[in-house]
């Protein structure tokens, strides 16, 4: 940690696994609780300076560059209560190496603290980790979806992973079940995504032509329609394939929902009726996993194909209605 002083100018040396970043990322990091907009000014006041330079927000910082940073009031230390907040926790391994690790995170786990949670993965994992100087989420799954999760363990193979990233280059497939039935065994949903607050304060997302860009590719693997699905008023459920061309945000859930067949178990796009439905069933969780990731290595470029089967919660759903088709 760096210490911050609040009567004195500060020097920062910035330390190997810092380097890369752009400047006022770097500031928000260490300058706990600071706004972005004072973090901003002071860059532009000339108050930061770079090497003894002045300096602006978008520079990238060097290993052994020195920042100057003038007295500033950062967020005040967490009581010892929040501190313990996060408990150390390891999380099933898919793969790990010196710079990448990719884990299995269960449901009902958020990948980070914030909005109302104390804590998530990140926090767990490097409570348990003490010794690792650095551990950062690469990409966030849904507090509700199971599945394949990135963590860089240097910041080069973060950097190296968001490019790919932005180009949407890691193939990611999950499987999905979804309360309707879809009549193409395979198709293409390209349909602009718009986010925006719920009435909650919750993050949402609707299909919008002001949104972004999103694609996404269906296949189906299954379709159940029998007399245990009637007996609790329910007529299809569909188990699909989908592969992300685009990585927006709840892109799975609502382009599910464009489609009328909304992920079983969706609390925030699906159907509540239906949901309360499969509950009785025994579904209760959404059923959303992800479950593979193809990528070239950060590093090496060597070609990884990660693979995550089903939480036996969902396998033995799906196969539940696999046999009462049978039994049909």
Known sequence: MHAIRKDSVSLIAVAEHEEGQRLDNYLIKILKGVPKSHIHRIIRAGEVRLNKKRCKPDNRIQAGDTVRIPPIRTAEKQRPSESQAAPAREFDIVYEDDVLLVINKPSGVAVHGG??????????????????????????????????????KKRSALVTLHEAIRNDHPKKIYLALGVGRLPNDRFHVKLPLFKYTGA???????????????????????????????QVGLSDLTFVEATLKTGRTHQIR??????????????????????????????KRMFLHASELHLAHPLTGEKLILKAPLPQELAQFVLMLENQEKAV
């Open 115 to 152: 909005s109302g949670v104390s804590f998530g993965v990140i926090e767990q994992i490097r409570r348990a980790r003490p010794e690792a100087r650095y551990l950062e989420l690469v990409h966030r799954l849904d507090k509700d979806t199971s599945g394949l999760l990135m963590i860089a």
């Open 200 to 230: 909650q304060g919750e993050k949402m997302v609707r299909v919008s032509e002001d949104g972004q860009s999103a694609h996404t590719i269906f296949r189906v693997l299954n379709r159940f329609s029998d007399g245990l699905l009637h």
């Open 254 to 283: 609502v382009h599910l929902q464009s489609q009328d067949c909304p992920i079983a178990g969706d609390e925030r796009y699906g159907d509540y009726q239906a949901n309360k439905r499969l509950q009785k069933l025994g579904l």
